[in-house]
């Protein structure tokens, strides 16, 4: 019985997680402007991955697996901010549409 | 300066500059055809004249390229062309030859990972080439790239019209980032280096993520940090000493190998660290040549220079 239980725990937070990340892919897409292309990434990065991440440590049990993937998911917690800040700095000092898109004033 | 939120502060009070009118303007008065002969002058010193060869002894370096490479090309068809086909039937699927690495690989070197053995051992001369290749290439970079000695400004200019003028400087959440991860990556180098001969990995893996951790180094806290303890200096004599070591060591394994002699390197005991021979050593070397050439390479094309 545990088996099942952990089985559909599995499938899902497979399925939570592919959810969030079919969600990231079509704003990635339909999303016109770089910053909102970049905050519909990053739900791709946070909780995409994590529930997959989770996911994948349900199905492989507590052992040092499990930490594996716990690390997998720590750094790219680590370095997916690192480049985002990196690219909407990138985006706010060269794109010229940025105080008509996102209300910034710029003088 | 060196407080990062003061940098912060002031790389966002550069940012609010309208820059995109700015450079606009700058593009406008540059074009060739402009009339402002004055302003136009500095875009034109970034490619000065140099002295041109004699015409007859140019059209012949040309001549002779071309038909080197045509001639290499014609090579390498030649050769392929003589390739088994793929898939056919009389293609050796697996060959006597694996077979071979695979019965005796464990008890010949004493490494558990078999492909170290197979790279640096059976087949050592061919990665003794290509640890060179390596090393050429980028000396062949070096000297396409770089400025002659007496061009004090070259560096100068490359600051002036180089790309990092867009990019942070001394970046307080970059710098944060980097102190965490960089130690890792390199110190995660270092592991697959040392355990190239009992766990999958080696000397170019493991080189190749320590010129990444480098390379992410040089990035994050700009040139200044990285080229205190990168120079050309250092980059020439650990990289030369790293080769000359490399076939100081594959001489004495093919001259030992080939006459039977007993080597001062055992196989030790397969799943320690130093097993499998001189595999850990030889490891060492391709991984800092490998580290050191992807770090030159980058800096090389970055800015031209160390």
Same mark, same amino acid.
């Given at each position: 019985m545990p088996e099942v239980i952990r089985f559909i725990l599995f499938c899902a937070l497979l399925a939570l997680g592919l959810g969030f990340m079919l969600s990231a892919l079509i704003g990635v897409n339909r999303f016109g402007f770089s910053l909102n292309r970049l905050h519909a990434a990053s739900v791709g990065d946070t909780m995409g991955l994590g529930c997959i991440v989770l996911a994948c440590a349900v199905k492989a049990g507590l052992d040092a697996v499990t930490l594996k993937f716990l690390l997998v998911y720590a750094f790219m917690l680590l370095t997916s901010p690192m480049s985002g800040h990196l690219i909407g700095l990138l985006v706010y000092r060269t794109d010229r549409s940025i105080s008509r898109e996102a209300g910034i004033w710029k003088p | 300066m060196k407080n990062p939120i003061n940098s912060l502060k002031r790389f966002i009070e550069q940012g609010s500059d309208p820059l995109g009118e700015e450079m606009l303007s700058e593009l406008e008065l540059n074009r060739p055809d402009a009339d402002g002969e004055a302003l136009a002058a500095p875009r034109r010193s970034l490619f000065s004249e140099k002295p041109r060869r004699p015409r007859l002894i140019h059209a012949l370096y040309a001549a002779s390229s071309v038909a080197l490479c045509l001639a290499l090309i014609g090579i390498l068809l030649y050769t392929v062309s003589g $390739?088994? !086909?793929? %898939? %056919? &039937? *009389?293609? $050796? &699927? *697996? !060959?006597e030859v694996s077979a071979f690495y695979i019965e005796n690989g464990l008890k010949d070197t004493g490494a558990g990972n078999i492909i170290a053995p197979i790279i640096l051992s059976y087949r050592g001369f061919d990665t003794l080439g290509e640890s060179h290749v390596l090393f050429i290439a980028a000396v062949a970079v070096m000297l396409l790239l770089r400025p002659a000695p !007496?061009?004090?400004s070259a560096l100068l200019r490359a600051y002036e019209y180089g790309d990092d003028k867009e990019e942070p400087h001394d970046d307080l959440i970059l710098m944060a980032g980097g102190r965490v991860i960089v130690p890792l990556i390199l110190m995660f180098g270092v592991y697959i280096i040392l355990n190239g001969n009992i766990s999958p990995g080696g000397g170019f893996s493991g080189g190749a993520v320590i010129g990444a951790g480098l390379i992410m180094y040089l990035s994050i806290y700009g040139y200044g940090p990285a080229s205190r303890f990168m120079t050309l200096r250092v980059y020439r004599a650990v990289s030369a000493c790293a080769l000359g070591l490399y076939s100081l060591f594959k001489t004495y394994h093919f001259v030992t190998g080939f006459n039977g002699i007993e080597s001062v390197f055992s196989a030790g005991i397969p799943g320690t660290i130093f097993s499998g021979g001189m595999l850990l050593y030889l490891n060492i070397f391709v991984g800092t040549v490998v580290a050191l050439t992807m770090y030159a390479l980058f800096t090389l094309f970055r800015k031209g220079d160390f």
């Open positions: - | $390739l088994p !086909s793929f %898939g %056919g &039937a *009389d293609t $050796l &699927a *697996d !060959s !007496s061009d004090k």
